[in-house]
């Protein structure tokens, strides 16, 4: 049976709140980077490219921890608090690719061209750059749930949406984790000239460092 008038409507006004929100959300994203790199990036560029990883990795967390939250609050169908913990996860991802943007734009103006086919940095950024394109297909996932959760179409029966987008932000979250490990390594290492672009970055008392001294031992 072909979808009705009102259901051919309905999609048809979804959709358009989705592209006009995920164009929104993209946008804020864009202009917070913008905004650190032009009135923060050369303080940030001369050794707080390390406090902006920490920093990313932190509201990344943050966002597992209220999607996990957001799974909680819909089985026992908390709806308002189910919808908070949504937006919650919405307001880390998007502060998430905004100072995450930022850090690898200022990582690629510090590269060392010597070291771009040897070194290490050029591997650490490729990494990251791929999880961030992964991210960003996650937050339009994360916008789609939320809009979806603000016209109540999950309850405590259905809600199979909210856990794959959970999942697939908490498997983004170990794998970024392994990327910091691997970028605190590469810029830990004394006397490394493979890894010029991390050591200043990471010479603060930030996560990055903590991770660094753990791997060494």
């Not at 991802?93 to 103006?109: K, T, Y």
């Not at 937050?139 to 199979?160: G, N, S």
Request: charged share 10%; with cysteine.
């Amino acid at each position: 049976m072909p979808p009705s008038f009102d259901d051919r409507h309905d999609r048809s006004a979804f959709a358009l709140r989705f592209i006009f929100a995920a164009a929104g959300v993209l946008g804020i994203a864009g202009g917070l980077a913008a905004a650190l790199i032009r009135f923060a990036g050369p303080r940030l560029a001369a050794g707080g490219i390390g406090v902006l990883f920490a920093a990313s990795t932190l509201l990344l967390l943050s966002g597992s921890v209220a999607l996990h939250r957001a799974v909680h609050h819909v089985r026992r169908e908390q709806q308002f608090r189910f919808r908070r913990a949504l937006l919650a996860a919405l307001a880390a991802g998007v502060l998430f690719v905004g100072v995450q943007s930022c850090a690898l734009a200022l990582l690629v103006r510090r590269s060392n061209p010597e070291n771009v086919v040897t070194g290490a940095a050029p591997f650490v950024f490729t990494a990251a750059a791929l999880h961030g394109l992964h991210f960003a297909l996650a937050l339009l996932f994360l916008v789609f749930v939320t809009l979806k959760a603000c016209m109540h179409r999950y309850d405590h029966e259905y809600y199979w949406g909210v856990v794959c987008c959970a999942w697939f932000w908490h498997a983004l979250g170990a794998i970024w984790l392994a990327i910091l490990v691997v970028l605190a390594i590469s810029g830990g290492l004394a006397g490394d000239e493979a890894a010029p672009v991390l050591s200043s970055g990471l010479s603060s008392g930030s996560l990055p460092t903590k991770l660094s001294a753990v791997a060494r031992t």
